[in-house]
């Protein structure tokens, strides 16, 4: 997270979906001590052990896919947000932000599972219920958007803020820059493992791109004087 790289990937079979390639992929990674923070794609029961059982705690994004439990988290954050938390031990954390001609802000509470949180149960070691909110204003127009998660650990509500925070910015960090930079979406690789192996060297290309701090250009850049400059390209290469 804090070195915006691709450490590992599982290519999903046709015939499958992401449910099945996720727990192959956490047994390809080192998950002691890490909070892993994963979509509503993810939010499944057995990945959640998966997790645990290899040290690590979890973030986990709660949509419509957990019915009950989803009802449950909006019903107790409408509730307790009535009264500004009074009732419960809540952590919370918020930031502001202008640019890109759009002010937002962000609000973040987290609090210990409740006693009466449906589905507890069937999750190891649950530990928290969060709540992320953010109200962003462009051009007049307010839009506020929720989202709701699970945690094996109570932690702090920067440290919330921050998992959450980190977990999207992939999409703006690595997918947009492999499609935009990279034309990955474009690609028409198909042939035997060519498109998952070229998947890999681009993921590779950009994280020694990022690495790179000789040069102050954006990624784009980087790339065409690494193609243009040998000694650029030795020091990408090099990790200099």
């Known amino acids: 997270m804090a070195n915006h790289i691709s450490l590992g990937q599982v290519v999903v079979d046709a015939k499958s979906n992401e449910i099945t390639a996720i727990p192959k992929l956490l047994e390809m990674l080192d998950l002691s001590g890490a909070l ?58 918020e930031t502001h932000e202008h640019g890109h001609g759009r002010d937002e802000m962000r609000f973040y ?27 962003t204003v462009r051009d007049g127009k307010e839009c506020i958007e929720r989202r709701y998660y699970i945690l094996s650990r109570f932690v702090s509500g920067k440290r919330f803020a921050g998992a959450v925070r980190s977990h999207w910015s992939i999409e703006n960090r690595l997918h947009w820059q492999l499609d935009v930079t990279f034309q990955e979406d474009q690609s028409r690789i198909r042939k035997g493992h060519a498109d998952a192996n070229f998947s890999s060297l681009r993921r590779t290309a950009l994280s020694l791109l990022k690495y790179n701090h000789t040069k102050k250009v954006g990624i784009k850049n980087k790339r065409l004087l690494a193609a243009l400059n040998d000694d650029y390209l030795t020091e990408v290469l090099a990790g200099k």
């Open 109 to 135: 509470s987290i609090c210990p599972v409740p006693d009466d949180l449906a589905d507890q149960e069937r999750w190891r070691k649950l530990r928290a219920i969060g709540l992320g909110t953010s109200n």
């Open 36 to 93: 892993v923070t994963i979509d509503a794609m993810g939010c499944q029961t057995e990945i959640a052990s998966k997790i645990v059982d290899a040290g690590g705690d979890y973030v986990l994004s709660v949509k419509d896919n957990q019915p009950t439990l989803h009802q449950d988290l909006i019903f107790f954050f409408a509730d307790h947000h009535a009264d500004g938390f009074a009732r419960v031990n809540v952590r919370r954390y």
